[in-house]
């Protein structure tokens, strides 16, 4: 079988071959490794690589390249139609000669692959939801449409649409899903940290507005200020890595904020099993890998009610849920730094929830689907 997969996420070309964002090429390789030919359609960018990207170590028969285009402006909305003609003669093109088809959503290119594919009926398809399945978040209007043209089984036939989260009242093509980090054989006994002495909390993620790392920052503030021995790393980079530092310059908290920007997953493993407890106050989610790994390796998840997080955390049995009220969540973090018996609870609900989603068992899953 031949599959095509088709995404936003661009291809960086170099000398030696092409680079990708490394989770989504570690997730490839599991589709390629249960398929005959793998196929991309995609934008293709020459750039500088960074630690996040990877090379792409299997075969590829070959890669179609789009043209990227946006809606942020007026402007660039004007100058987007010809990428968007052109982009749907390729990609009607390229379904036309795959076998099955794989769609990446959501974003642009997604949304134009879901119109597409309506002229397909016949062909094996599936999609990966990968941002916020409810129905109630805020989210652009494409994303809502993608949505909406995926989970409508008159117009999408074949497919098996893959969200994050149980959501009710779904249509009978959408399949819960989730990814994975770790291995079965990775899995070590892991023992809840002692919260007497220095309390280790990390930040994991894109140093953006969205993920809301300088509210991290506060409510470790907030805790020093309860006489709680704290200190916060923060693992990743992005546009508010000024002002982060700006920040901890200014009010002199050096001595306990940390900014050690992107780092590898054989590191962050060490990091998680050394650490009592991940901050993720951000507003937008799919599935945040961060708060599956941290649960992986017993430490405690504090995060906000987006997307499917409050099923991850079983609504607070596995971690704290965030009301980004900075009193109210610092008096929910202090109660239970507070409580030995309690942290050690919710860690080890969360160590026996997270190990069900090993790589062994995301493999099955895709083989599954592939098969039906």
């Given at each position: 079988?031949?599959?095509?997969?088709?995404?936003?996420?661009?291809?960086?070309?170099?000398?030696?071959?092409?680079?990708?964002?490394?989770?989504?090429?570690?997730?490839?390789?599991?589709?390629?490794?249960?398929?005959?030919?793998?196929?991309?359609?995609?934008?293709?960018?020459?750039?500088?690589?960074?630690?996040?990207?990877?090379?792409?170590?299997?075969?590829?028969?070959?890669?179609?390249?789009?043209?990227?285009?946006?809606?942020?402006?007026?402007?660039?909305?004007?100058?987007?139609?010809?990428?968007?003609?052109?982009?749907?003669?390729?990609?009607?093109?390229?379904?036309?000669?795959?076998?099955?088809?794989?769609?990446?959503?959501?974003?642009?290119?997604?949304?134009?692959?879901?119109?597409?594919?309506?002229?397909?009926?016949?062909?094996?398809?599936?999609?990966?939801?990968?941002?916020?399945?409810?129905?109630?978040?805020?989210?652009?209007?494409?994303?809502?449409?993608?949505?909406?043209?995926?989970?409508?089984?008159?117009?999408?036939?074949?497919?098996?649409?893959?969200?994050?989260?149980?959501?009710?009242?779904?249509?009978?093509?959408?399949?819960?899903?989730?990814?994975?980090?770790?291995?079965?054989?990775?899995?070590?006994?892991?023992?809840?940290?002692?919260?007497?002495?220095?309390?280790?909390?990390?930040?994991?993620?894109?140093?953006?507005?969205?993920?809301?790392?300088?509210?991290?920052?506060?409510?470790?503030e907030a805790l020093r200020r309860q006489n709680f021995d704290v200190e916060l790393s923060?693992?990743?980079?992005?546009?508010?890595?000024?002002?982060?530092?700006?920040?901890?310059?200014?009010?002199?908290?050096?001595?306990?904020?940390?900014?050690?920007?992107?780092?590898?997953?054989?590191?962050?493993?060490?990091?998680?099993?050394?650490?009592?407890?991940?901050?993720?106050?951000?507003?937008?989610?799919?599935?945040?890998?961060?708060?599956?790994?941290?649960?992986?390796?017993?430490?405690?998840?504090?995060?906000?009610?987006?997307?499917?997080?409050?099923?991850?955390?079983?609504?607070?049995?596995?971690?704290?849920?965030?009301?980004?009220?900075?009193?109210?969540?610092?008096?929910?973090?202090?109660?239970?730094?507070?409580?030995?018996?309690?942290?050690?609870?919710?860690?080890?609900?969360?160590?026996?929830?997270?190990?069900?989603?090993?790589?062994?068992?995301?493999?099955?899953?895709?083989?599954?689907?592939?098969?039906?």
């Amino acid at each position: 079988m031949k599959l095509l997969v088709i995404s936003s996420a661009p291809f960086i070309k170099k000398a030696d071959g092409f680079y990708a964002y490394s989770p989504y090429i570690k997730e490839m390789e599991v589709w390629q490794r249960n398929i005959d030919k793998i196929q991309f359609c995609c934008p293709i960018l020459e750039t500088k690589g960074d630690l996040l990207n990877s090379k792409i170590s299997f075969e590829i028969e070959k890669t179609i390249q789009l043209k990227a285009f946006d809606f942020t402006t007026f402007f660039n909305s004007i100058k987007s139609f010809p990428a968007i003609f052109n982009n749907i003669f390729i990609l009607f093109k390229a379904i036309q000669k795959a076998d099955a088809l794989h769609l990446r959503c959501p974003g642009n290119i997604g949304l134009l692959a879901s119109l597409v594919q309506i002229l397909f009926p016949s062909k094996k398809k599936s999609a990966k939801y990968a941002g916020n399945w409810d129905s109630k978040a805020k989210q652009p209007l494409s994303y809502k449409i993608q949505k909406w043209i995926l989970k409508n089984t008159f117009l999408t036939k074949n497919m098996q649409v893959l969200v994050y989260g149980k959501w009710e009242n779904q249509s009978k093509n959408i399949k819960p899903f989730f990814t994975a980090t770790y291995a079965k054989s990775e899995i070590i006994e892991i023992e809840p940290r002692n919260l007497n002495g220095k309390i280790k909390m990390i930040f994991v993620g894109t140093l953006s507005k969205g993920k809301q790392p300088l509210y991290a920052v506060k409510v470790v503030e907030a805790l020093r200020r309860q006489n709680f021995d704290v200190e916060l790393s923060v693992y990743g980079d992005g546009n508010e890595r000024f002002a982060i530092e700006e920040y901890v310059s200014v009010n002199h908290f050096s001595s306990f904020i940390f900014l050690k920007g992107n780092t590898d997953r054989a590191s962050m493993k060490k990091i998680y099993q050394e650490s009592h407890c991940l901050i993720l106050p951000s507003k937008s989610e799919g599935w945040p890998k961060v708060v599956a790994e941290a649960m992986f390796w017993g430490c405690l998840p504090i995060a906000t009610p987006i997307s499917c997080v409050p099923n991850m955390l079983n609504f607070g049995e596995r971690g704290i849920l965030l009301t980004e009220n900075l009193q109210t969540d610092v008096t929910s973090i202090s109660d239970l730094l507070s409580n030995q018996e309690e942290y050690n609870k919710k860690i080890k609900e969360g160590i026996n929830w997270s190990r069900q989603f090993t790589i062994d068992k995301f493999e099955q899953e895709i083989k599954n689907i592939l098969k039906s």
